[in-house]
């Protein structure tokens, strides 16, 4: 296989890719911080419903009151994570192919509680290196899927992205990650992926090594 085609980073999104995502805790601080500004507070289905659906202008009357919102929005103390039922045999099959592996998360935690958080799944075992939107202004992946190719001394066209948003297919697409694979979650609307091509749409997680040899197959033969 030519060297510029080998896959050798294996970049994963966090939150609805290697872990369940947290959308009933979500659902639950919208509420109380609904109540706690005085706004107009529907029923926990009626808000569960716009989360789902990633819309929560809804909720507002107007750009002023979701402004005031966001800035005074309680996050509480999220759950623990719980990994997904197979994202430690994922990411072990593709250590065993040779390949290392990252995780960008666009979660605004110190490096240190993320660690934290993700002690208890056993994902720490085999992750190698995370990078999270801690202390930057960052308001997409890009300019962090290009750091984490550096720290491992790779072109992104030598790395491939598993994400479950549109943000992780745009941003992996604009760097120039040779493989992208996106995450069915049940919660993105699936037009919103596709605009932004990936490879392929998995199930789950554990469906990419299979993409990843058949990748390797289809380079190796040209």
């Not at 390949?99 to 056993?122: C, N, P, W, Y």
């Not at 984490?148 to 992996?172: L, N, T």
Request: charged letters at 25%; proline letters at 5%.
């Amino acid at each position: 296989m030519n060297s510029e085609n080998e896959l050798k980073l294996a970049i994963f999104d966090l939150d609805g890719t290697l872990v369940e995502l947290e959308h009933e805790h979500f659902t639950d601080q919208v509420s109380v911080s609904l109540k706690a500004l005085g706004m107009h507070c529907p029923s926990h289905t009626a808000i569960r419903s716009m989360i789902d659906g990633h819309d929560l202008s809804p909720l507002f009357k107007d750009t002023k009151q979701e402004r005031a919102f966001w800035q005074n929005f309680d996050e509480g103390e999220p759950p623990p994570m719980r990994a997904f039922e197979q994202s430690i045999n994922t990411i072990s099959n593709i250590l065993d192919r040779g390949m290392e592996v990252a995780v960008a998360t666009a979660r605004q935690e110190s490096l240190d509680d993320i660690r934290r958080k993700l002690q208890h799944t056993g994902l720490l075992n085999h992750i190698e290196f995370i990078s999270t939107f801690y202390e930057t202004s960052w308001r997409d992946k890009i300019e962090q899927l290009t750091l984490v190719c550096a720290h491992h001394g790779i072109q992104p066209s030598e790395s491939m992205m598993v994400g479950d948003g549109p943000g992780d297919m745009m941003s992996a697409q604009v760097v120039g990650c040779s493989l992208r694979l996106a995450i069915k979650n049940g919660c993105t609307p699936l037009e919103s992926i596709l605009q932004y091509q990936p490879d392929a749409v998995l199930a789950c997680i554990g469906e990419v090594p299979k993409h990843v040899d058949e990748y390797s197959k289809v380079k190796l033969a040209v």
